[in-house]
């Protein structure tokens, strides 16, 4: 069993930096592949990124590549998201998500794989 706790939601202005940050409890953490989701209103949760157990491996949603940056610290079984250069389009609730899968089945890029999910935090970017 794990436990996700989402951090570092809020408003900003666009061109502004955020770094959300998922805690995780459990001594099972570097197990896990993580991921990061958002889900704006109307819209379908998307993948923003995702990190692999070690932490060696990632992948990111084109929309955010070269702006977002996804990074796990295994001995406090924490997640982060580095979001640079905000949008008004990044407006979304952001949720953290473990699997327990393998990286190169490729299976963290589809919301059905995570087994545990955060609950969600807000990012609003004003134009």
């Known amino acids: 069993q794990v436990q996700l706790v989402e951090s570092g939601g809020g408003l900003v202005q666009a061109g502004g930096s955020l770094r959300l940050s998922c805690a995780a409890s459990?001594?099972?953490?570097?197990?896990?592949?993580m991921g990061w989701f958002r889900q704006a209103p109307g819209k379908e949760r998307e993948l923003v990124a995702a990190?692999?157990?070690?932490?060696?491996?990632?992948v990111y949603a084109d929309s955010v590549k070269g702006r977002f940056t996804i990074s796990r610290d295994n001995a406090k079984n924490t997640v982060y998201l580095q979001m640079n250069s905000l949008k008004p389009e990044d407006t979304a609730v952001y949720y953290c998500?473990?699997?327990?899968?393998?990286?190169?089945?490729?299976?963290?890029?589809?919301?059905?794989?995570?087994?545990?999910w955060g609950q969600g935090t807000q990012v609003t970017v004003s134009s």
């Open positions: 459990g001594r099972t953490f570097s197990r896990y592949i």
């Open positions: 998500a473990a699997a327990a899968r393998a990286w190169y089945s490729g299976a963290y890029s589809s919301s059905n794989s995570y087994d545990y």
């Open positions: 990190i692999s157990w070690s932490g060696g491996s990632t």
